[in-house]
């Protein structure tokens, strides 16, 4: 059984830091693009980032390039989502998703998905 476990969430202020994680079990990890999404109040979910299975490629929405870093540890299962300089509009529910073919940006092309850590930013 395939479990996606995120952590790392919490309440932080305006310019403040976080970071994700998420635990990933039951598949072969190394072979998974892993990426982050997000649901925002009132919004739809969203692509955050996105990093290959080797880790040697990565991709971000252009709201967070600069300020948040995926990596990965294939070692460890886990895939992180360094997040710095938070703004209020970074407030959000964040999902990983795994994904067997190649690294993207569309939720559809996500075979599992994590149940989600809460980001609350203060101004």
């Given amino acids: 059984q395939v479990r996606l476990v995120e952590s790392g969430g919490g309440l932080v202020q305006a310019g ?3 970071r994700l994680s998420c635990a990933a079990s039951g598949l072969p990890f190394s072979r998974y693009a ?3 999404f997000r ?3 009132g919004k739809e979910r969203g692509f955050v ?3 290959s299975g ?3 490629v990565t991709d971000y929405a252009g709201s967070v390039k600069g300020r948040f870093t995926i990596s990965r540890d ?3 299962n886990t895939v992180y989502l360094q997040m710095n300089n938070l703004k209020p509009e970074d407030t959000a529910v964040y999902y990983c998703a795994a994904n067997l073919l190649v ?3 569309s939720m559809n092309e996500y075979d599992y998905w ?3 850590t809460q980001v609350t930013v203060s101004s």
């Fill in 114 to 116: 994590g149940q989600g």
């Fill in 49 to 51: 980032a996105v990093i």
């Fill in 34 to 36: 892993m990426g982050w």
């Fill in 54 to 56: 080797s880790g040697s």
């Fill in 39 to 41: 649901r925002a109040p």
């Fill in 103 to 105: 690294p993207t940006a």
């Fill in 74 to 76: 294939n070692a460890k």
């Fill in 16 to 18: 403040g830091s976080l």
